[in-house]
């Protein structure tokens, strides 16, 4: 590598692991456009735990979903890692989707006839690496959230707070800049719950920038700060929520 090269690289591991500026996503719905977003500005630095919440159809996962790359803005960039989320086409955000995000859901997304190494596995085959280093790094993963011992079952036999920790290896597998959570323990028990909420902790202290979306005010507190949002914007740290602040937003 030239000098000129490692600078380079350099300068993008300083840069925040998200940038997004005045993005706005307006869905088109039999009534009536939907404004899900109306200008979301938001900076994530490395190493970060973001907890995202806010009512049920405020935006929360639509903005996951234009972080990642799998809706398009119509105004405003997104920029993970110093690369383009909003210029650009379909297949260069996929490329830096799986170059530099990771996506845990919900529901697990778990495919159910691979085996559990298989499914932590495949998003590095599929980034270009051979099976064999692939499915060691699938087995590391696997060891550190405690299923090692699964890898060689199909996902039906796992706990739910166990399919949610495999769906976690998945999305780790590619090493991702960033870790998108969507709810991981809505689905789930309170042991489930707390078995994924502690994994992520010790992920964030190993350095792993994740943003967590939740309705639950003790899954967020395992984040190191919380954002709260409302009707399609990011309510800045601290604003009181009064009901004249809330009259106010969900009138414009
Ligand atoms: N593909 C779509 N087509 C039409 N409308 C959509 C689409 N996706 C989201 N919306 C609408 O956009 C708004 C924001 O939805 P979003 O899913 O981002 O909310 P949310 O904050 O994640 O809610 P929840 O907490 O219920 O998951 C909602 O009014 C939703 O109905
Ligand atoms: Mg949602």
Do not use: W
Request: hydrophobic share 40%; proline share 3%; glycine share 10%.
């Amino acid at each position: 590598m030239t000098t000129s090269q490692s600078e380079v690289t350099n300068d993008r591991q300083a840069l925040p692991a998200l940038v997004v500026r005045g993005v706005r996503k307006t869905f088109e719905a039999e009534l009536a456009p939907v404004r899900a977003l109306r200008g979301v500005d938001l900076t994530v630095e490395r190493g970060s735990f973001i907890a995202l919440m806010g009512p049920s159809g405020c935006g929360k996962s639509t903005l996951l979903n234009l972080v990642a790359g799998l809706e398009e803005v119509d105004e405003g960039t997104i920029s993970v890692a110093g690369e383009s989320m909003s210029d650009g086409t379909e297949d260069t955000h996929a490329l830096i989707r799986r170059k530099h995000i990771g996506i845990v859901f919900q529901f697990f997304n778990l495919l159910e006839g691979m085996s559990v190494l298989e499914n932590v596995a495949l998003p590095a085959i599929i980034a270009g690496k051979n099976r064999k280093s692939a499915e060691s790094r699938a087995r590391d993963l696997l060891d550190l959230l405690g299923i090692a011992d699964k890898a060689s079952e199909m996902p039906g036999v796992l706990s739910g707070g166990q399919r949610q920790r495999l769906a976690i290896a998945r999305a780790l597998a590619n090493e991702p800049t960033l870790l998108l959570a969507d709810e991981p323990t809505g689905a789930l028990d309170s042991v489930g719950g707390q078995e994924v909420i502690e994994l992520l902790s010790r992920l964030h202290t190993q350095g792993q920038t994740i943003i967590l979306v939740t309705h639950d005010a003790n899954v967020a507190k395992a984040a190191d700060t919380v954002l709260r949002m409302r009707d399609g914007r990011i309510l800045s740290d601290g604003d009181a929520l009064t009901n004249d602040t809330l009259t106010t937003i969900g009138s414009l």
